[in-house]
Every structure is written in structure tokens, then in C-alpha cells.
């Protein structure tokens, strides 16, 4: 006779394990997606000093456990103030661990923030979600949660907000992520439909998003004239037919060298590039309608 030994699995720990993967994956993704403007790929280190693509590829292998973490402690949960004291800790732990990996660079710290929150929200959701809608409207009420231990330290970011009254990547969050929603995944799908090859695809997506976001690493660098410069010259890129036409290319250096003569990076956008792969994966019915 024969005895089948039978180990159960624990369906909390299968889908954060699921999770950290996918979501280390798409930050890995949006690194070696080539070319990007301004941002670290494999080409260059953009318009960044103190970053490079093996630190940006260490930085996110280094978040994997952050993202489990995440979602294991979320797994079926309500959002409520607990949670999100919770969810608070686990991240400031995981921005040391990155700073702890980087030596003290900046490499991930708003992908964290985005990433961090959609894990989260597919893990009360106990892995039970049809679209990207479904996931970051949880997100959202997280992201809407006062978090009490939250220290009040100085950031780039929240400088650049209030000196020239924009939103942010706290108020992208509580929002409900709208530049992934009405521009990052719809452009990704579309062009897709077009015929664009997936790196192409990517990145229209990510210029999609560069258009409109007020990216405040653009912002806190280049100020509103060096914003609105970026925003324009990404839109021309689209309308010339994206990454997958001649004409696009042409848009696309052009776009490039306006970023490297204001010394910019779309950082925000990047971060959303990753969130956008991340739920296309999770997620993969298209948000347009092909007809
Ligand atoms: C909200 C965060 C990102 C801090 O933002 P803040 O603007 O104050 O700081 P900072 O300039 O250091 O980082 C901003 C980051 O967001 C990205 N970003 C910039 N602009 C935008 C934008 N408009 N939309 C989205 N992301 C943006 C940039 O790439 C940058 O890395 C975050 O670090 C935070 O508050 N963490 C606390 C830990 C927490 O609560 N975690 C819970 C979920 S994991
Ligand atoms: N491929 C990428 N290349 C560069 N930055 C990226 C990339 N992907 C994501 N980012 C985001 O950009 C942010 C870095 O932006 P930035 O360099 O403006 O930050 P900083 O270090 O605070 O500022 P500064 O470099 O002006 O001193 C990172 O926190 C990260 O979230």
C-alpha cells in the first residue's frame, strides 16, 4: 500500500509569494525596458548621477520580501486604520532595506508607495479580482487612511508639491491611480492593437503617462517650465504614432534631448510604468474597446 504524503498550502502565503514576484518582475521590467527618456535603462544612466542598472536591478530584488510582507499581512483584510498602521510599518522597513542595499540612493522609493499599495489591495481581495479598477480603488482607501506613526520628515517631493500646488504620488495613490487607469494601461493596450511591438507598447504607455502627470522629480529639478517642456514633448511623440512609426522615433530624440538639456526624469512616471505592468499581468482584459 502506498501513502501519498500530502503538504497543504497555505492559499495566503501561495499569492504573496505570487505577488512578490510578479511585482519584483515588473520593476525589473520597467528598468530594462530600453529606450526611456531621462530614466536608467540599458543604454544609459539617463539624467541620474548616483544610479545605474545594476543598483536599480539589486534595489528591487532587495524589495521582494517587502512585497510579501505586504501581502501576506493583508491577505482577505478590511482596510481600516489598523491595517494601514500595518502597512505603513512593513513600508518605511522596506525603503530602509532598499536605502540599506543602494548605500543610501534613492532607487525605488515612490515604486514602493505604488507597488507596495496594489499588493496590498489584491491581497484583501484574497487574489478575487477581475479588473485594475478592483484593485486600486482598494488602494485608494488605503492610501486615504491617515497614517498616525507617519513621521513628518523633509522629502523632494512634498516640497515640490506644495511650492507649486500640485498633486504628488501620495494624491496619484488616493486618487485611485488615475494616470495608470486613463492613460497608462488604455495606451498600452491600444498600442498593442496597432500592431506596436511589447516594447514599444511599454513605452507609449510610460509617455502616455509622462504627458500629463505632474511628476514632482521632474518638478523638484526643472520646476513648471521644464515640466510643462517634458508633458509637451511626450504628447508629440503619441500623436505622431508612438514608438512603433518612423515619425514617433523622431519625436522620441527629440523628447530625449530636452530631458537631458534640463537634466529631468520622469521618476513618477517610471514608478507607474511598473504599477501599469504589474496590473496588466494581475489583470489582462484590455480597459478599450477595440471597436
Ligand atoms: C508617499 C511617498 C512616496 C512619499 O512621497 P513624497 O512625495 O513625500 O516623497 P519623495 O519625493 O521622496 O518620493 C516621491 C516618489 O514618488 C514618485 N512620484 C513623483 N511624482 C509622482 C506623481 N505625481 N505620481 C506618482 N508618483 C510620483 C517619484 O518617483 C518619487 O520617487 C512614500 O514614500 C511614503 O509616504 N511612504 C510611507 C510608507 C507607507 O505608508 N507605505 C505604505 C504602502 S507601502
Ligand atoms: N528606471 C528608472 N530610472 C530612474 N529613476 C527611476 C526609474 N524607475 C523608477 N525611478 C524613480 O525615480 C526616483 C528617483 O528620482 P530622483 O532622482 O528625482 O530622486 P532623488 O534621488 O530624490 O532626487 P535627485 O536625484 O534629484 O537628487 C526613484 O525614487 C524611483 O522611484
Redesign the pocket.
Known amino acids: 500500500m502506498f501513502f501519498i504524503s500530502r503538504i497543504d498550502t497555505d492559499p495566503a502565503m501561495d499569492l504573496a509569494e505570487q505577488l512578490a514576484k510578479r511585482a519584483t518582475q515588473a520593476l525589473l521590467d520597467e528598468v530594462n525596458l530600453t529606450p526611456k527618456p531621462g530614466l536608467v535603462d540599458q543604454r544609459s544612466s539617463g539624467a541620474h548621477h548616483d544610479l545605474s542598472l545594476d543598483l536599480m536591478e539589486a534595489s528591487a530584488h532587495s524589495l521582494s520580501a517587502t512585497f510579501y510582507e505586504?501581502a501576506l499581512v493583508s491577505w482577505q483584510r478590511q482596510a481600516d486604520v489598523a491595517l494601514r498602521l500595518e502597512?505603513?510599518k512593513?513600508?518605511?522597513a522596506?525603503?530602509q532595506a532598499m536605502m540599506n542595499v543602494t548605500h543610501g540612493v534613492?532607487t525605488h522609493?515612490?515604486a514602493?508607495?505604488?507597488l507596495?499599495?496594489l499588493v496590498?489591495s489584491a491581497a484583501m481581495l484574497g487574489g478575487e479580482y477581475e479588473r485594475a479598477l478592483n484593485i486600486t480603488q482598494g488602494a485608494a482607501t488605503m492610501a486615504s487612511i491617515g497614517?498616525p506613526m507617519?513621521p513628518q520628515s523633509f522629502?523632494?517631493?512634498?516640497c515640490a508639491?506644495q511650492r507649486y500646488r500640485i498633486?504628488?504620488?501620495?494624491e496619484?495613490a488616493q486618487l485611485g491611480f488615475p494616470?495608470i487607469i486613463n492613460r497608462g494601461l488604455p495606451q498600452l493596450h491600444l498600442s498593442r492593437q496597432h500592431g506596436a511591438n511589447e516594447s514599444q507598447a511599454r513605452v507609449d504607455a510610460l509617455l502616455s503617462m509622462m504627458s500629463s502627470?505632474?511628476?514632482?522629480?521632474v518638478l523638484s529639478r526643472g520646476g513648471t517650465d521644464a515640466l510643462s517642456a517634458m508633458q509637451r514633448a511626450a504628447s508629440l511623440v503619441l500623436d505622431a504614432g508612438g514608438m512603433a512609426t518612423i515619425h514617433g522615433q523622431t519625436r522620441f530624440d527629440q523628447l530625449e534631448q530636452i530631458m537631458l538639456t534640463h537634466y529631468i526624469s520622469p521618476?513618477?512616471s517610471?514608478?507607474?510604468l511598473s504599477a501599469t505592468l504589474l496590473l496588466d499581468g494581475l489583470t489582462p482584459t484590455p480597459l478599450t474597446n477595440p471597436n
Open positions: 505586504l502597512i505603513g512593513i513600508g518605511r522596506g525603503e534613492n522609493r515612490g514602493i508607495w505604488a507596495g499599495l496590498s497614517d507617519q522629502s523632494k517631493g512634498k508639491s498633486p504628488g504620488a501620495k496619484q494616470a502627470l505632474t511628476d514632482t522629480c521618476g513618477g517610471a514608478d507607474l
